[in-house]
């Protein structure tokens, strides 16, 4: 399709997933259990997620009179640190410290000492996987939701543009009864409007936060968790620890919307991919757009241009 | 688990659920393509709601003056007739005939004469497909929401009694840190809320009105949609006849929730045979909730009853 | 497709899927855990198999010592005489009996005394379910085989007809290199000989006799397995009794088979769908095998007729 | 487990798929087509196999005299030195070349010419595609054999060494009959056995050369396909160009195979679990494979050391 100015946040939400990583990973010395268990090698998406959670755990902790205001300083200060690091590819990931949780807190611990030890108190690593890959949905959910809202106005820009354009209407690819292509394109408008909705139920549905956890059963020591929340901007607490630890109902929700999503995409692919073809010749792509076989030739006159 | 009186009603939902077919069936004439073809053989639970669709199709009919007042009584009349013989198991459907809405209207037809063949005026049988498929949707997902209630309260009912009993709380089935039956039961109960919250967010989303839709693109009948969705209890009406004949989403949305729910069950069902069992010993079920081989030798003395 | 003589036997096969069962079930008695335990409303089809399977154990029994040679001719009439009523569905199911053995069990029982009760010496009904499970999907493996030989041998003569017809072959529905419509049928040819290939290596794996199991352990008595699987057609035993009285592989094997076939039809029938569309035009189906829809306006010339 | 020498493969095998990629990837100036349409981000895996199936074109086409034997000597040296480089991770692969096929051989063609040019003659990418993820499948079905066969090896050794420990054998974890843990192990054995026998068929199902079918007819100039066939290790040639060209069933059925085999080491590890609790404590892993959590309080005497 083309870019109507509506569409670009879409697109640049999906060329920025392109990017690719350029984090070092160290692996010599680990074994081949190391080698099994280390999650690190896919896990490094979430260390926003993770340096924003420690920040919040940190400042509660503050509060609570666990850390100094310089001790909470210094781990703000050296999180920021090793994000900007991170996001400039010069952090060294090690497989042998497993996850992303564990390279960060050795890491922050090796460059300011103690304090840096002290985050590990009243926070289990089963919090912070909860929290982080929450927070990650959530923002996947956000781009996706964009990136839709990108698509749903590139489609009314065609709907707009072939409202009087009349082409058949198919049952069982036998024609039935003409409408107009504009009409067609509204069809998959209302299915990524049903998308857009089951994302944001799927984000109201995570959008909690199970920080306070622990391994399973909470804590002795009572943070603030309402505020962690606040901060990390999560509409709630959690009321159940042993729940709140092991729910991954949010991801697999999240990939059925996505999925259902697909199916969409790939039913307007299909028509597309009818449209183009030399029986059907309804549409046409510009050049931009394919890459094409040498075997391809290309229609010259169609009722539209759909890209 | 023990039948609290807010369990009742899931209990009675789904004791309903087995009451075995009674109908008749005729298909000696019938040929492999109308064998390929047919769907009554698993569609004719749809006849509650093709008839309540029916009926009011024929009353906006009849506002718009398609009908008379004495035709619309007729089929009124007929389609109750048709839906009490199901009910009681007397109506013979024939596989000639198809599908659910076939034998239905051909059979009023049959009956009430040129009345009868009126009802197809100004709506196709892609319009019933889609019309009765998101009440029978409906129906479901009120039954299951019904069905996790009641689980919830006997869950609820399980908490309290064993509000102060210890157990450990496990972390790769390895001992972690204690916790009490009281909340690990309130954990499945968290689970429940999450999937009855879907159920809704389904419902929600389904419960739109597709009558009008017509083959797929609507009827040169203007009959009064909203006034037939009110009648069916309807939110509201689609907006877009293409998208509202082929939308199955529902159906993948509402097996998605099914099937996470199941997955809560099943978890339910791992904790409770692990407690059940020699080595954990924590429960016991009730003789009258096992029928058990010949080799199970039952538990004498367990920290709880869970049924 | 035409029915071209070799077809006839998938086409037989087909057919007999269809037969509605008239077996009568009782099931006022039963209680909900008995509705939920059930298996009966499914398991009947495995009525020929557990008969086989009581009549092959029988014999060994009778070899071993542990029937007379009366006991053993009654229990084998008996067996025969419920296969028969099953049959003609003038037997009655018992939902409170559960599933097919013990249903089978009973009524032989009932009907012949002692003798019927003593054919659970030696056997557990885990024996029964592996071995009637076994024997069930390899009938139905042979029904496929000889139901895609027929498809097979229908795109043949297709194939034979329209050696020399040139249609285009596509990449991405865009027209590539031209193809004739034979080397197009011959294709799927190919693909159903895989789908052939894969049912019979899953027939190898599947047609060992777990019979001789028991529960888990196997039996302290002795029966002759060999002897067992060869009356029941099976290859040779099992090895491991846990391993026999758990293995499911076949059935999870067969359904990804079943799948896999079931693609390669979906992309027959979507060639078939495109071809008789309008704009294609390259074929047309029989009215006999159109059952159509009042808005299908039909094809006058095509290139080919595919039925 | 240990690693009793047999099994020393298996797990050489595994280590080996997790040596991370070297390779340097360049995709500043890609487009968002480009990068939608790229597959080199994965298709690299892919190198060794289109060499090899380069290097038998090339000698196919030295042999029909397409090439002099300059040529492909010059093509068979710069296809090993490209090879060397990427394996070496010094291979530059760029996003704008789409696939491992357009980078090999644009590469080639840069450093070597007119003859680099000539490789595609008689030759599609549809053709190369087939072939190397053929060849891929193949050599991943071979390291599998070899795992799993390392595997059965060390289940053989615990089998062997508790030969005569007696554990409960369970129904639904109710204990049923008493085994040997021997016995136990060599249930598994059996499962590993048909998992093996499972992709030795799938195997011999895809080890047939598709080198000659074109983009999907064929080609008018005739290589000699059986020696293309012979020197990749190919057991014979496909019949049919445009099966050849879109079959994909090998994908899915080896996918099939290893999520079955996935089943069974999911079960073997719920096993290995459950014995390895407090409460069933008939196993321990030694230190050096778990990674453990603190809150794991560790077995002292256990019924068996599994690993």
């Given amino acids: 399709m083309q870019s109507p100015c509506g569409a670009n946040s879409g697109a640049e939400n999906f060329k920025n997933r392109f990017i690719m990583w350029k984090g070092r990973f160290s692996q010599d010395t680990s074994s081949l259990v190391q080698q099994f268990g280390e999650s690190i090698s896919y896990d490094w998406r979430l260390f926003p997620h993770d340096i924003a959670g420690s920040i919040a755990h940190a400042r509660a902790q503050?509060?609570?009179?666990?850390?100094?205001?310089?001790?909470?300083?210094?781990?703000?200060?050296?999180?920021?640190?090793?994000?900007?690091?991170?996001?400039?590819?010069?952090f060294e990931f090690r497989t042998s410290l497993e996850d992303i949780h564990m390279n960060i807190e050795a890491e922050l611990t090796k460059r300011i000492g103690a304090a840096g030890a002290k985050l590990h108190t009243a926070r289990s690593r089963n919090d912070q996987v909860a929290t982080d890959t929450r927070l990650y949905c959530r923002t996947e959910i956000d781009g996706l939701i964009g990136a839709i809202l990108g698509l749903q106005k590139a489609l009314l820009d065609r709907a707009e543009k072939?409202?009087?354009?009349?082409?058949?209407?198919y049952t069982h690819l036998q024609r039935g009864q003409p409408v107009t292509a504009g009409h067609h394109f509204l069809a998959y408008v209302e299915m990524l409007e049903r998308d857009k909705s089951r994302l944001t139920d799927c984000r109201k549905r995570l959008?909690?936060?199970?920080?306070?956890?622990?391994?399973?059963?909470?804590?002795?020591i009572n943070l603030d968790r309402r505020a962690m929340a606040a901060e990390l901007g999560f509409d709630g607490v959690t009321h159940n620890s042993m729940d709140a630890i092991a729910d991954r109902d949010y991801?697999?929700?999240?990939?059925?919307?996505?999925?259902?999503c697909g199916v969409h995409l790939s039913r307007l692919s299909e028509d597309l991919i009818l449209w183009c073809s030399?029986?059907?010749?309804?549409?046409?792509?510009?050049?931009?757009?394919?890459?094409?076989?040498?075997?391809?030739?290309?229609?010259?006159?169609?009722?539209?241009?759909?890209?």
């Fill in 278 to 307: 030399a029986e059907f010749a309804f549409a046409a792509l510009s050049d931009a757009h394919t890459t094409g076989s040498s075997l391809t030739c290309r229609r010259k006159k169609t009722l539209m241009s759909v890209n």
């Fill in 62 to 90: 503050s509060k609570a009179g666990l850390l100094t205001e310089k001790e909470f300083s210094e781990i703000e200060n050296g999180l920021r640190k090793i994000e900007k690091e991170i996001e400039g590819g010069t």
């Fill in 251 to 260: 991801m697999a929700e999240l990939l059925f919307v996505i999925s259902l």
């Fill in 207 to 220: 959008n909690i936060s199970p920080l306070g956890s622990g391994a399973l059963a909470g804590s002795t």
């Fill in 162 to 169: 072939y409202a009087a354009t009349v082409i058949p209407g």
